[in-house]
């Protein structure tokens, strides 16, 4: 039983969009490559690459993009990718299937807990329109000195909202996002109904340590129930 206080969701898990990510930053001079889903910008290199590597947010992606290539990403290429993916999120950007009742219904303080910057989770969350469900209660990855997989983002999260880690439940759709749930000491539920899940998103949260897995939003509120009793 875990007697549940505080969900914590990552940011991404109310968000589905496919194919959205570095997709939106192919630049006029480059070969795009992709890794998980996620495309980054080459120069002078020719070919398509795919890897389970994670790129949480932009200055990953281009740190991944220059360490891949040799060479520096200029500047002004991560400021046009950053105004073209949140043009992209304002047109595009559609809730989950069934994720508004289901974390209305939940009888608990809620928070989201993010890799990306403050600007595209606050965003996100207008967009789609969760944003009344987490009463303000937002936190990014920029707040902290190590991003997922570390716990620190969590930490930070249950401390600032008064919660003890083990009265805490996570519902990530990562299996980076699970790890750091983990090692803050807190219960982990995973989630593959995000646009961006492959076939083996679900062995891997659970190898990654999340005590359940599920398909569905709509799903949500009994499995949180099941953790909350004896």
Same mark, same amino acid.
């Given at each position: 039983?875990?007697?549940?206080?505080?969900?914590?969701?990552?940011?991404?898990?109310?968000?589905?969009?496919?194919?959205?990510?570095?997709?939106?930053?192919?630049?006029?001079?480059?070969?795009?490559?992709?890794?998980?889903?996620?495309?980054?910008?080459?120069?002078?290199?020719?070919?398509?690459?795919?890897?389970?590597?994670?790129?949480?947010?932009?200055?990953?992606? #281009?740190?991944?993009?220059?360490?891949? #290539?040799?060479?520096?990403?200029?500047?002004?290429?991560?400021?046009?990718?950053?105004?073209?993916?949140?043009?992209?999120?304002?047109?595009?950007?559609?809730?989950?299937?069934?994720?508004?009742?289901?974390?209305?219904?939940?009888?608990?303080?809620?928070?989201?807990?993010?890799?990306?910057?403050?600007?595209?989770?606050?965003?996100?969350?207008?967009?789609?329109?969760?944003?009344?469900?987490?009463?303000?209660?937002?936190?990014?990855?920029?707040?902290?000195?190590?991003?997922?997989?570390?716990?620190?983002?969590?930490?930070?999260?249950?401390?600032?909202?008064?919660?003890?880690?083990?009265?805490?439940?996570?519902?990530?759709?990562?299996?980076?996002?699970?790890?750091?749930?983990?090692?803050?000491?807190?219960?982990?539920?995973?989630?593959?109904?995000?646009?961006?899940?492959?076939?083996?998103?679900?062995?891997? #949260?659970?190898?990654?340590?999340?005590?359940?897995?599920?398909?569905?939003?709509?799903?949500?509120?009994?499995?949180?129930?099941?953790?909350?009793?004896?």
């Amino acid at each position: 039983m875990v007697p549940v206080k505080r969900l914590v969701f990552g940011a991404v898990l109310v968000l589905a969009v496919s194919g959205l990510g570095m997709q939106a930053a192919q630049a006029q001079s480059g070969t795009v490559y992709r890794w998980g889903g996620y495309h980054t910008v080459g120069f002078g290199v020719t070919g398509h690459q795919d890897s389970p590597t994670v790129v949480p947010g932009l200055t990953d992606v #281009l740190a991944l993009a220059e360490g891949v #290539l040799g060479r520096k990403v200029p500047e002004e290429l991560g400021q046009a990718y950053g105004r073209r993916l949140l043009d992209r999120l304002r047109r595009e950007l559609k809730p989950v299937a069934g994720v508004k009742a289901a974390v209305a219904a939940l009888p608990y303080r809620r928070c989201v807990a993010s890799s990306s910057s403050f600007e595209r989770i606050h965003l996100s969350l207008d967009v789609t329109g969760l944003a009344p469900l987490f009463d303000g209660h937002i936190f990014s990855a920029t707040q902290v000195a190590h991003g997922k997989p570390a716990p620190d983002l969590h930490l930070f999260a249950a401390r600032t909202m008064g919660v003890a880690p083990d009265r805490c439940v996570v519902v990530e759709d990562s299996p980076l996002g699970v790890t750091a749930a983990v090692a803050a000491g807190m219960t982990a539920v995973g989630f593959t109904g995000a646009g961006h899940a492959t076939v083996d998103l679900a062995p891997r #949260l659970t190898a990654a340590g999340a005590r359940c897995v599920l398909a569905s939003m709509r799903e949500l509120p009994a499995t949180i129930a099941g953790l909350d009793r004896p």
